[in-house]
């Protein structure tokens, strides 16, 4: 069972992108509660089955903060899906990476988190990275679609804090689970007066970003229980770079010189961050020598 939280981020990552790159091709006929909907319903369905194949029970003590998740999560989906539907996939995405800034801050607050020294390093190179990526002299999307993903931002950190401090006494299915049931439960009073009847296609996309997406809530998830929660948060801004490799692919998005150092930049990132230990003893070994 891999146990690298960094690896495991950064595999979250790359399956989220999946998601959303077919979230914005079904957008341009679903609305965004509806999308939530199905994506909800069918992972509480998949990992429902999965936790009765493990035999994970479900706890009886620490309820209220498995609903308290349930709830971020929710918000953070409805958000990032609505941001989605109304602006380019790759501002959607460059603000809803803006939550390791709020992660770093409610880590430190609530679960008295400290960053890693390595990492005091790295930052630079991440920050660097993502504003060459991000390109803030030509982004214009200045608007309450924007406000409202960069809310996505801040209920998505609100949501990885929950998971550090859940993991230690439940499992990650449960997690999911109630990640997933709040999500369903959530999203159906607001689809109820723009409900569209899929067509076969759109419910095939459908079915697809649900299972896609419990596939990378799952990673995701187990990241949160082997890592610290700002190692995690910074790592994921790879899936910036993954957003652009699907806008070139099947969009014809062609990133710029800028844009490839940008991602040059995070992936040497993070690739550093999954072998900290390896490179902090290497730096240790070179005070001693040098001492």
């Given at each position: 069972?891999?146990?690298?939280?960094?690896?495991?981020?950064?595999?979250?990552?790359?399956?989220?992108?999946?998601?959303?790159?077919?979230?914005?091709?079904?957008?341009?006929?679903?609305?965004?509660?509806?999308?939530?909907?199905?994506?909800?319903?069918?992972?509480?369905?998949?990992?429902?089955?999965?936790?009765?194949?493990?035999?994970?029970?479900?706890?009886?003590?620490?309820?209220?903060?498995?609903?308290?998740?349930?709830?971020?999560?929710?918000?953070?989906l409805l958000a990032y899906f609505y941001?989605?539907?109304?602006?380019?996939?790759?501002?959607?995405?460059?603000?809803?990476?803006?939550?390791?800034?709020?992660?770093?801050?409610?880590?430190?607050?609530?679960l008295k988190e400290r960053m890693p020294?390595?990492?005091?390093?790295?930052?630079?190179?991440?920050?660097?990275?993502?504003?060459?990526?991000?390109?803030?002299?030509?982004?214009?999307?200045?608007?309450?679609?924007?406000?409202?993903?960069?809310?996505?931002?801040f209920f998505a950190a609100c949501a990885?804090?929950?998971?550090?401090?859940?993991?230690?006494?439940?499992?990650?299915?449960?997690?999911?689970?109630?990640?997933?049931?709040?999500?369903?439960?959530?999203?159906?009073?607001?689809?109820?007066?723009?409900?569209?009847?899929?067509?076969?296609?759109?419910?095939?996309?459908?079915?697809?970003?649900?299972?896609?997406?419990?596939?990378?809530?799952?990673?995701?998830?187990?990241?949160?229980?082997?890592?610290?929660?700002?190692?995690?948060?910074?790592?994921?801004?790879?899936?910036?770079?993954?957003?652009?490799?699907?806008?070139?692919?099947?969009?014809?998005?062609?990133?710029?010189?800028?844009?490839?150092?940008?991602?040059?930049?995070?992936?040497?990132?993070?690739?550093?961050?999954?072998?900290?230990?390896?490179?902090?003893?290497?730096?240790?070994?070179?005070?001693?020598?040098?001492?």
């Amino acid at each position: 069972m891999l146990k690298n939280g960094v690896i495991l981020a950064v595999l979250s990552s790359f399956v989220f992108s999946i998601m959303n790159a077919l979230v914005k091709e079904v957008s341009l006929t679903i609305p965004y509660a509806e999308s939530v909907f199905f994506r909800s319903l069918i992972g509480t369905i998949i990992i429902y089955f999965m936790m009765k194949k493990k035999r994970v029970a479900f706890s009886k003590k620490g309820v209220p903060m498995l609903a308290v998740r349930g709830v971020f999560g929710a918000l953070y989906l409805l958000a990032y899906f609505y941001t989605i539907s109304k602006i380019p996939l790759g501002d959607a995405s460059i603000l809803a990476h803006l939550s390791p800034f709020f992660a770093v801050i409610l880590a430190s607050i609530f679960l008295k988190e400290r960053m890693p020294k390595i990492l005091l390093y790295l930052m630079p190179l991440v920050v660097l990275g993502a504003v060459m990526l991000i390109k803030p002299q030509h982004f214009s999307t200045y608007s309450m679609f924007a406000f409202i993903g960069i809310l996505s931002a801040f209920f998505a950190a609100c949501a990885a804090t929950s998971i550090r401090y859940l993991s230690k006494k439940h499992h990650a299915y449960e997690i999911v689970f109630y990640f997933l049931v709040t999500g369903t439960v959530v999203s159906v009073p607001l689809m109820w007066n723009e409900f569209v009847v899929p067509t076969p296609i759109d419910l095939l996309y459908l079915i697809c970003i649900g299972a896609v997406s419990l596939l990378g809530q799952l990673f995701l998830t187990s990241a949160f229980t082997h890592e610290n929660v700002i190692v995690v948060e910074i790592t994921r801004y790879i899936g910036i770079v993954f957003n652009v490799m699907w806008g070139f692919l099947f969009w014809a998005e062609i990133p710029d010189a800028q844009t490839v150092t940008g991602g040059m930049l995070i992936v040497t990132a993070c690739v550093l961050l999954s072998r900290r230990k390896e490179v902090e003893g290497r730096i240790k070994s070179v005070k001693l020598m040098k001492g």
